[in-house]
């Protein structure tokens, strides 16, 4: 069974940093492309970021370029997510999300999700 | 730009089927989607990914009650036989190298 578990949230001054962990298991986590989402409170899903699954390539979103990095070891089936310089806007939950798809229209959709992990930036 | 439309809301009762629509960008007609359905307080979980063709691959043990279609720019979630659990927030979501974009997300209240 694919699982994804986050952690690392909790609440955090503005202007100071966080890093999110997601552990994987029940599948081959060095084979497969990893994201981050995230989702404001009563708001939806925002894109945050991607690695490949040889850790080559990564891609953000504008509102986070500069500020977040996102990393994985797979010797340790672990995807991170090393936020710093935080507002009051990057309040929100964070998921990672599997990548899907295929070699000829890429890997960009998500077949599997966690359930969350929870950032406040606040003073 | 690449842009996915949805309606905020929708409603349908209890047994009947319902048909979400997401809209892509005109620029972006032939984009594959993807369908991620969330739950009150839970985390999302993906329900299928729908071809251009209508074509549509379903997550694993999603029913096939669900399903998708296609028409232009237009890409739909069927839902059929309607359940109270089927009451959630409906999202679709798109990609181009280097973004990944979701729409706004459709409410579903099922009556």
């Known amino acids: 069974e694919v699982q994804l578990v986050e952690s690392g949230g909790g609440l955090v001054q503005p202007g100071g940093s966080l890093r999110l962990s997601c552990a994987a298991s029940?599948?081959?986590?060095?084979?497969?492309?990893m994201n981050w989402v995230r989702q404001a409170p009563g708001k939806g899903l925002e894109w945050v970021s991607f690695?490949?699954?040889?850790?080559?390539?990564?891609y953000y979103a504008d509102s986070v370029k500069g500020r977040f990095t996102i990393s994985r070891d797979n010797a340790k089936n672990s995807l991170y997510l090393q936020m710093s310089s935080l507002r009051a806007e990057d309040t929100a939950v964070y998921y990672c999300?599997?990548?899907?798809?295929?070699?000829?229209?890429?890997?960009?959709?998500?077949?599997?999700w966690g359930q969350g992990s929870l950032v406040t930036v606040s003073s | 730009q690449l842009v996915l439309t949805q309606s905020p809301s929708a409603s349908a009762s209890l047994g009947a089927s319902v048909k979400l629509t997401c809209t892509l960008s005109?620029?972006?007609?032939?984009?594959?989607i993807a369908w991620h359905r969330q739950r009150p307080e839970k985390g999302p979980r993906y329900l299928m990914k729908?071809?251009?063709?209508?074509?549509?691959i379903r997550g694993d043990g999603i029913p096939d009650r669900f399903s998708g279609s296609s028409s232009g720019a237009a890409r739909y979630l069927t839902i059929s036989s309607l359940q109270s659990e089927d009451e959630a927030d409906y999202y679709c979501?798109?990609?181009?190298?280097?973004?990944?974009?979701f729409g706004g997300g459709t409410k579903l209240t099922v009556l």
């Open positions: 999300a599997r990548a899907a798809g295929d070699s000829t229209y890429g890997w960009g959709y998500f077949d599997y």
């Open positions: 029940g599948f081959t986590f060095s084979n497969y492309e």
């Open positions: 690695i490949s699954s040889g850790d080559r390539t990564t």
């Open positions: 005109s620029r972006h007609s032939t984009y594959a």
């Open positions: 729908l071809n251009n063709d209508g074509s549509h």
């Open positions: 979501q798109t990609w181009v190298t280097g973004s990944r974009v």
